[in-house]
T-cell receptor
């Protein structure tokens, strides 16, 4: 079946702009996760959804970052007033259940000029 | 808080050489442990996992044993191939939804 998909694959924006990154999880997966991977580093946790609600958003770096999952499937990560330090690959993962194996999408590479 | 430390790369080996990538973790309690692999131009893929002490995860000739006494989960393969060239990430999962990743180890296998 289809894996986790993320759009766009690449996003270039200017400092101060607003961006939205989309994640389509594997069908039927109830849990959805966002991570951020900087160059040469491992992924770092941002936020986790169980169904429609954010179960843990402790990894969001500040209030410029926000994520939603209104119908318990697709999720959107929103970044306001982007900064050059936000440049990274944003990864989405989903799992069948809360403690299930996480399957990752290909990521969105965000570049803030 | 929980953390994962893995050996720094890059690691360069000749084909058919033995591979070890070290990984140690700190955690409260007993986490599940994972190795993920990222091939060039591709997303993260689960390679293997172990959920309790002394469990051995294995896949595609790779193995890792969950060692509680040394808090380690070292990745091994007896004979690497050029196609194994990738970045390998060790990760732990203890509670909640988050995976904690190491910084990654780049492996380059030369023919």
């Amino acid at each position: 079946g289809a894996g986790v998909s993320q759009t766009p694959s690449n996003k270039v924006t200017e400092k101060g702009k607003y961006v939205e990154l989309r994640c389509d999880p594997i069908s039927g997966h109830t849990a959805l996760y966002w991570y951020r991977q900087s160059l040469g580093q491992g992924p770092e946790f941002l936020i986790y959804f169980q169904g429609t609600g954010a179960a843990d958003d402790s990894g969001l770096p500040n209030d410029r970052f926000f994520a939603v999952r209104p119908e318990g499937s697709v999720s959107t990560l929103k970044i306001q007033r982007t900064e050059r330090g936000d440049s990274a690959v944003y990864l989405c993962a989903s799992s069948l259940t809360e403690r299930g194996t996480q399957y990752f999408g290909p990521g969105t590479r965000l570049t803030v000029l | 808080g929980d953390s994962v430390t893995q050996m720094e790369g890059p690691v360069t080996l000749s084909e058919e050489a033995f591979l070890t990538i070290n990984c140690t973790y700190t955690a409260t309690g007993y986490p599940s442990l994972f190795w993920y692999v990222q091939y060039p131009g591709e997303g993260l893929q689960l390679l293997l996992k172990a959920t309790k002490a002394d469990d051995k995860g294995s896949n595609k000739g790779f193995e890792a044993t969950y060692r509680k006494e040394t808090t380690s989960f070292h990745l091994e393969k007896g004979s690497v191939q050029v196609s194994d060239s990738a970045v390998y990430f060790c990760a732990s999962y203890n509670q909640g939804g988050k995976l904690i990743f190491g910084q990654g180890t780049e492996l380059s296998v030369k023919p």
